[in-house]
């Protein structure tokens, strides 16, 4: 499953970079959380949770993201920013994006601000 997660990962990567994201890392985990990719927009870091879909699912990707999940995130997000900002940590949003596949086609469903794990303030 891994790869599959990979693949839909790219594809919002590549989403995000088209539109002037700077792609910082992919799979940061550690200990109690993952984060499935981290990137820079302008002067913020922004934590991105990605699901996909593949088929006739009534419920968006995006409500797969629960309490327990996004408490694992924040988690993870805490972590990474004491690593990489140990002095001055910069405007941080957690985002979602939602890969649809319909046949040959993926779209891409984004939100920005998508949660705030217990503890953030955004």
Not at 8 to 31: H, P
Not at 93 to 102: G, L, P, Y
């Amino acid at each position: 499953m891994r790869s599959v997660g990979s693949f839909y990962e790219q594809k919002v990567c590549d989403y995000l970079s088209a539109r002037g994201y700077e792609i910082l890392e992919r799979n940061f985990a550690v200990r109690g959380g993952e984060i499935d990719i981290i990137a820079r927009d302008r002067d913020t870091i922004v934590f991105v949770e990605v699901k996909s879909q593949r088929g006739g699912d009534v419920y968006s990707p995006l409500e797969k993201i629960d309490g327990r999940k996004i408490k694992k995130i924040g988690k993870a997000a805490l972590i990474y920013l004491k690593e990489n900002f140990p002095k001055n940590v910069p405007p941080v949003r957690f985002d979602a994006a939602a890969v649809v596949s319909k046949g040959n086609v993926e779209d891409i469903e984004y939100l920005e601000n998508a949660f705030c794990p217990e503890g953030y303030f955004i």
